[in-house]
């Protein structure tokens, strides 16, 4: 992904047919598998090292309609670290409005949409949701941007203010470590399957990585916010010591 960002994405993959259907072709690497299928079944389907290429033949008269689908899906053997969630039941309510300005109806129709798209699950706590910092970059834990986010949605509801606060509660700081710049009490920053290297430069990022001044505040403000919002006390109470100390290390 960071290649791709920094505009310098991998050569060709070599592509083949799937044998069992013959309509589909098939890029795999140590990891991923990705697979274009036409429906309904191409004209032609070729495959080699340089990629792949499915192609239709097709003779329209005046007033003939045609369509396609073209479904690509990708599959990962080592699995995300924090799943997309189906969507459906997001943990907010969601606005209605009905004003003199249908643009404004549409915004505030369109954006708890487009929120729903980044809501992801945490694998060490299934029940628990929080959004992605922004797709596809973005689309892990970020402290800072998961906090802010959520805390904006608090007039509609702090299920998602106690989900993420546990979350990052759950990861919290516990020893000092210079290479992830982890300390005891800290919020973490970022999360990624595997290490960062950043573009044109020779540093790395850990997989996990604390280094940001402002996650751990914002952590301890959404906690009073979400309060003030109506978060239920048992919950309040606790994430009190996530926010008080001591702690290990």
Avoid: N
């Avoid at 044998?19 to 140590?30: E, F, K, P, Q, R």
């Avoid at 369109?110 to 299934?126: G, H, I, K």
């Amino acid at each position: 992904m960071e290649q791709i960002k920094a505009g310098r994405p991998p050569g060709p993959a070599a592509a083949v047919i799937d044998v069992a259907s013959g309509t589909t072709l098939v890029w795999t690497d140590a990891t991923v598998t990705v697979r274009l299928t036409g429906f309904p079944a191409p004209t032609g389907i070729e495959a080699g090292a340089a990629g792949g290429r499915l192609h239709y033949d097709v003779a329209l008269a005046p007033g003939d309609v045609w369509d396609a689908d073209l479904v690509c899906t990708a599959e990962d053997a080592e699995g995300e670290p924090f799943p997309a969630t189906a969507p459906g039941s997001p943990p907010w309510r969601t606005p209605r409005v009905r004003s003199a300005d249908r643009r404004l109806d549409a915004w505030l129709d369109r954006s708890p949409a487009d929120l729903e798209r980044l809501l992801l699950a945490d694998l060490r706590r299934p029940d628990d949701l929080f959004l992605a910092a922004g797709a596809p970059w973005f689309a892990t834990l970020f402290g800072r941007d998961s906090l802010w986010a959520v805390r904006m949605l608090l007039p509609l509801g702090t299920r998602l203010a106690a989900s993420t606060l546990r979350i990052l509660a759950h990861r919290q700081g516990t020893v000092t470590d210079p290479a992830t710049q982890e300390q005891p009490g800290k919020i973490l920053h970022e999360v990624r399957r595997a290490g960062l290297r950043l573009s044109g430069k020779s540093a790395t990022l850990p997989p996990v990585y604390y280094g940001t001044v402002d996650a751990t505040p914002l952590w301890v403000t959404l906690l009073h916010d979400a309060r003030r919002w109506g978060l239920d006390p048992a919950e309040v109470e606790a994430l009190l010591p996530h926010a008080s100390g001591p702690w290990p290390g």
